[in-house]
């Protein structure tokens, strides 16, 4: 108990789960439409690496504390 | 205690049944590396048939591989593969297609499963019989649905055209529901939604069920109307349910394959042609197998995301 509240003391602040999980899902949420939408083809071009880049994300800050 | 001395009993008698050479085998293994020698064989299988060929793909996506020629020199080409598909304008079509598919489908299996939802909540007579008699199309294969709703579509004989031509006053032959550039997308539209409404239905049922009664006793107390009481409490409470919902059906319809390859085939032309479908056109028509692992890889990817959004949803509402 004393040593997770320890580790929880020394993460920095900023660094809390729930906003850079719900920043991660945007993330994921626009590269999906970009690879959908019928409008730009260069959008269609970048929605890999903007999913890509969303889901690393999540999967990292999926294990920052609450 | 009767029982516990009766359950050393029986380990003892186990002790005493078990062979000398595997008693001496097992007597010095912990908890957890017994714990491991039965989750073994299970994690070698799922390495074995899931992950060895996943990343096997992830290989195969760097390369010129045909599946076709597996002896011709196998070429590194980088991320060649995955330049092509993400600047082909084919690929991209297919990606339009499979958008209309999921958003349309979606949108009305979420509308009229949470309409059902909503009837199938009030007790009336007959309303288990109601409840099986809409889950039946859930329940049927998918190679099954594709196969008799092309029946069902077909312009001379279909069922389908003549209660289309009953109504609307229509020569039944005037329409080709899969043949017709216009129309195949709303057919295939149209029979996901009629074996994936039930599915949404139960979810929004379960939603429904689990809003306790005493919110709309104080709203009754508040003098709360028919429709405040749905916008303030019946919506937000299965709000979660819903998404859950859509999150489900958008993955599954993101990736179907099979009922919309039964129906149409991707036709006529490319106007049907799913994701899903061109990946089979390139990886076995075409032979163009790294450049379809790429392809693959790509669904892959894009299916993790959203399960992750998946995931994340089914625990908000675990812990409601």
């Given at each position: 108990m004393s040593a997770r509240s320890g580790r929880s003391r020394r993460?920095?602040?900023?660094?809390?789960r729930r906003p850079w999980e719900n920043a991660a899902t945007a993330t994921i949420g626009a590269g999906a439409a970009m690879l959908m939408q019928p409008f730009s083809l260069d959008l269609y071009g970048w929605s890999f690496a903007v999913i890509l880049a969303g889901t690393a994300a999540f999967l990292v800050v999926s294990h920052f504390p609450e | 205690m009767t029982q516990t001395s009766s359950l050393h009993t029986l380990a003892r008698r186990a002790g005493a049944a078990t062979p000398p050479v595997v008693a001496a085998r097992v007597r010095g293994l912990s908890d957890r590396a017994v714990a491991w020698l039965f989750i073994t064989p299970t994690m070698l299988l799922l390495l074995a048939i899931n992950v060895f060929p996943l990343i096997w793909t992830i290989r195969l996506s760097f390369t010129n591989y045909r599946a076709n020629r597996p002896n011709a020199p196998l070429r590194w080409v980088g991320l060649e593969n995955y330049t092509s598909i993400l600047s082909d304008p084919d690929v991209w079509h297919a990606m339009q297609t499979t958008a209309h598919f999921v958003v349309w489908s979606i949108t009305l299996q979420v509308l009229l499963g949470f309409g059902l939802a909503l009837l199938i909540n009030r007790q009336f007579r007959g309303h288990g019989l109601w409840t099986t008699v809409i889950l039946l199309p859930m329940m049927l294969s998918p190679a099954v649905v594709g196969n008799f709703w092309t029946f069902l579509f077909?312009?001379?004989?279909g069922l389908f055209n003549h209660v289309v031509a009953f109504v609307?006053?229509?020569?039944?032959?005037?329409?080709q529901m899969i043949g017709d550039v216009t129309l195949a997308p709303w057919a295939i539209v149209l029979v996901d939604t009629w074996m994936w409404t039930p599915y949404v239905m139960l979810i929004c049922l379960a939603g429904l069920r689990s809003i306790p009664d005493d919110l709309y006793e104080a709203a009754e107390v508040d003098r709360a109307g028919p429709f405040r009481r749905f916008w303030s409490i019946t919506l937000p409470m299965v709000l979660p349910f819903l998404m859950l919902a859509v999150l489900f059906r958008g993955i599954e319809n993101f990736k179907m394959f099979d009922m919309v390859n039964l129906l149409t085939s991707g036709g006529p032309g490319s106007t049907t042609e799913v994701a899903s479908i061109t990946l089979k056109r390139e990886a076995?028509?075409?032979?163009r197998t790294g450049y379809s692992s790429a392809f693959a890889v790509i669904l892959f990817v894009t299916v993790f995301g959203l399960a992750n959004i998946y995931v994340k949803v089914l625990n908000g509402v675990k812990q409601r």
């Open positions: 993460w920095p602040r900023v660094l809390r | 077909q312009p001379q004989t609307s006053g229509r020569d039944p032959s005037s329409f076995f028509e075409k032979w």
